[in-house]
């Protein structure tokens, strides 16, 4: 067993596996239900609540500190998602197609969550503090390039399907085959290419205080920490205003100019957002990683603030302008997606910093379950 691998082997795998459930969950199923007729109003509320795992999981983070490695976690959750995408595709030709497919992007939602839980968890204890450092760019950029490309791709083959004659639940059931079988082939290769770090193992447990009491020792060390309220609000409110943004730009982009919309065709969304939007994505990733890399967080913390926020008054101008220049379009969407990954890559290593101590993996999801919940809110 090797303990010890390059990163590039498996650190932008492990955040494109990350990645690709959180966006079809939360944006791609958006698309769906929109292309299969469901109105703005239930696809809000259905999908929005489907944030909720993502919000909850530090409830049940020290499980898996407790119990199994983190190497275990990531390869067994990976097989359930697989298995999830492939149950998507089998119930969408159904007549009762909501209910089921919602009940699998529930299952899918919490076993991404906890996959984040315990992929956060090794991407700490596989790399040494400088290669944290050096590689919080690149797990952005991966993670945000599955984000975007299965916004993108996948909405792009269904898209063309349906151009080629599918019936829309057909071309979507065929897009959920093949994102099921990427994600089981990506699932073998973690299998093979995971290092063993030495300190990745089940945290000890004390057998005076048994599972309950351990739990809630856990749960309350990150909350003992220094600053804590300014840590809390910190996590909560980063991303408040992307979380207004995010969930309503693909019905924008869809509807019909006559709904306020900008009348796009599901390819053509996908198109934007699968090469425009992943090149700038990259583009701001990389060098929001790199200024860290020379300068430090505490440098550019609040020029990567404003520089994340900023761009989103651009829909605030494609919302009144409604512009039909497809490249205009584009290049609105590009500047939104490069200020994020420029900007969110002080977030990363914000959350990194923080949850150094002897609960590492614990301290990471409370964190981002408190992002979630600064993203579910105003959603």
């Not at 079809?24 to 109003?41: D, F, P, R």
């Not at 509320?45 to 993502?54: D, E």
């Not at 919302?319 to 990363?348: C, K, M, R």
Request: proline content about 4%; hydrophobic content about 55%; overall charge positive.
């Amino acid at each position: 067993m090797n303990a010890k691998r390059n990163p590039w082997f498996w650190v932008p795998s492990i955040y494109i596996a990350e990645g690709i459930p959180y966006m079809i969950v939360m944006t791609v199923s958006v698309v769906m239900y929109k292309n299969l007729g469901l109105s703005n109003t239930d696809i809000a509320l259905y999908t929005s609540w489907l944030y909720l795992p993502w919000v909850i999981k530090p409830l049940w983070s020290p499980f898996v500190d407790l119990f199994r490695t983190k190497r275990f976690w990531i390869i067994a959750m990976q097989l359930a998602i697989g298995g999830s995408f492939a149950c998507v595709a089998l119930t969408l030709p159904a007549t009762d197609f909501v209910r089921y497919t919602l009940a699998m992007f529930w299952i899918m939602a919490f076993s991404s969550a906890t996959h984040d839980i315990a992929a956060d968890g090794f991407y700490m204890l596989g790399l040494t503090t400088p290669e944290q450092a050096a590689f919080v760019g690149v797990r952005t950029v991966f993670y945000r390039v599955a984000t975007i490309a299965s916004k993108g791709g996948l909405v792009i083959l269904a898209g063309t399907l349906q151009k080629y004659g599918y019936p829309v639940a057909c071309a979507w059931s065929i897009t959920f085959v093949v994102v099921g079988a990427f994600f089981l082939a990506l699932c073998l290769y973690h299998l093979f290419v995971l290092p063993y770090p030495e300190s990745d193992h089940s945290a000890p447990l004390d057998k005076g205080r048994g599972v309950v009491a351990e739990y809630f020792r856990i749960i309350t060390l990150f909350f003992r920490r220094k600053d804590i309220i300014v840590i809390i609000c910190f996590f909560l409110f980063f991303r408040f205003a992307e979380a207004q943004l995010v969930k309503m730009v693909a019905p924008f982009l869809l509807d019909s100019r006559a709904e306020g919309g900008l009348g796009l065709s599901t390819a053509e969304v996908g198109w934007i957002y699968g090469t425009v939007g992943v090149v700038a994505l990259m583009l701001g990733g990389l060098l929001g990683g790199y200024v860290i890399y020379r300068n430090g967080l505490k440098f550019w913390l609040w020029p990567m603030v404003i520089i994340m926020h900023v761009p989103d008054v651009i829909f605030v101008y494609l919302s009144h302008a409604q512009p039909d220049n497809i490249w205009l379009i584009g290049s609105a969407v590009a500047a939104e997606q490069f200020g994020y990954g420029f900007g969110f890559t002080a977030y990363t290593m914000y959350m990194i910093m923080v949850s150094q101590g002897e609960y590492k993996t614990v301290f990471y999801a409370i964190g981002t379950g408190i992002m979630a919940l600064g993203m579910m809110l105003p959603a």
